[in-house]
């Protein structure tokens, strides 16, 4: 991958002396002796990460093992970018830059070596627009923290502000028009972030043409005008873009509240920070009786609700993106009735919108809703992935093409499963034994950021603890965040979602006010702030639900 240019391959200048630093089991790092010491730093920075990504990238390209192993990584002067002599070879030159920016440095090994994995899987040609374009979009997925050198690299922006040709129905037989890369980049994730594809599907799906590609996850034939009408809705033309990505899925924050006197109210986060005012959700969907509980999801563009009622019947809306609301549907009348909820989450995952409902006898059940409106029976979750004790509170996230379902349990318990692409459930994994205990957890929500796995929890003393679940499965130490966001107050709800790659938290305190917050990409909290005082007063709000749209 190169600013300018695409496959390249420069040889190191005759007189260096290429000094290998280490090795592991998939990869060899050496660097040019002139780099000195930065050059020690660079390779140490590429070996401490390089079996980590690598493992990422064989679960995503299906468990491929490229031939020609080991990466042979050479790190060299220069500030052009990454090489190799064909899509196929294993031995790479990565420019050092400045000398100082491991990240960038990371991100361009991983850049060379999707691209082996591209052409030995035989579906994705990574001399070509959509081939560079993925081989960019799995380097940034690994590394989302873009210095500011490699936003040089970023071309989604460019597309958007030069005229918006057509590389999804047809594809550019190079990889160094920053056009064709644009439109391949912004497509790629839109699929990933917008139809909430996973990339192993996505990767899998890969054909002559991104529309081909849409056409085999969809099974539709409208990629262009689809993918089209969300890029204008959302950057209207002449307008200059602004990306600092190429990731621009999901922009905004929608969020439904929940009042104490079983209303449920709509507002929306606009990218600039502002809200829009309060609406009354059941003055257009209708009302389907009180509300207790509720959950939000972004489904190809739309919001998807799904709510609870005092009597235990579960209902469905959606919030279409010019502002309506379908009418509450009952969700048991065609999924079945398991029982009387009380807890419901959603996400969506590779195109449908999956719900899990928690029971007032501590069940735990399962449902799909199809993009042609159907739905799945309820199947007992318990029943595959074990009994964790009575279910409280749950809550749902697509992450990377899978299902990732935490609830707690009524003893303060934190627990967490995965249910996979073939409906299989995996075993419930105690999150407090890995993330450490921060105590009584009354409350749960979680979400996907840059393909991990983000958990707000709030705990019975009004606190409110972060972790996260990381592509390999471990679990990173629980931290306070009112220690870095400030305290608003007595904690009583909390929800989350993700929003160009930062994670947005709401929370409810006992006092019926509402807040909001931001972890950025860097880990710090932006400090909290008053929802009501910018969205108006919807009343006594008991809960929320968010998702990114």
Known sequence: MTVTAGARLVPPPSAAVQVQRGSTPHFVVSYDDSLGANGAALADAVLATCEAHYARLQHWFGGLTPNGLPFDVSIIPGSGGASHATCLATAMNCDAFDGTDAELLRMLVVAEADEVFMATAGNWDCGSSSGEGLSRVLAAECHPLLSSTARGFLSAGYWLDNGRPDFVTQTDPTDRNYLSIGCATLFLNWLRYE????????????????????????????????????????????????????????LELQLVAETIDGGMFHTIRHPDGSWQPFGDVKGQAGDPGSLISAAAAAVDGELHVIAETINGAMVHTIRHPDGSWQPFGDVKSQAGDPGYFTAAASACVNGELQVVGGTADGGLMHTIRHPDGSWQPFGDVK????????????????????????????????????????GSWQPFGDVKSQAGDPGHVSDVSCTEVNGELQLVAAIVTGGLMHTIRHADGSWQPFGDVKGQAGDP?????????????????????????????????????QPFGDVKGQAGDPGYVTMGAEAGV
């Open 489 to 525: 107050g007595h904690v009583s709800d909390v929800s989350c979602t993700e929003v160009n790659g930062e994670l947005q938290v709401v929370v409810e305190l006992d006092t019926g006010g509402m807040v909001h917050t931001i972890r950025h990409p860097d880990g710090s909290w």
């Open 195 to 250: 139809l909430h594809y996973g990339w192993a599907e996505i990767i899998a799906a890969g054909d002559t043409t991104l529309a081909d590609t849409y056409t085999k996850l969809t099974g539709r034939n409208d990629a262009l005008q689809r993918f089209m009408n969300t890029v204008t809705a959302r950057f209207p033309i002449g307008v200059p873009a602004g990306l600092t990505s190429d990731n621009a899925f999901p």
């Open 383 to 422: 029943s595959q992935a074990g009994d964790p004790g009575h279910v409280k509170a749950v809550s749902t996230a697509g992450v990377d093409g899978e299902l990732q379902l935490a609830t707690t349990i009524n003893t303060g318990g934190l627990m967490h499963t995965i249910r996979h692409p073939d």
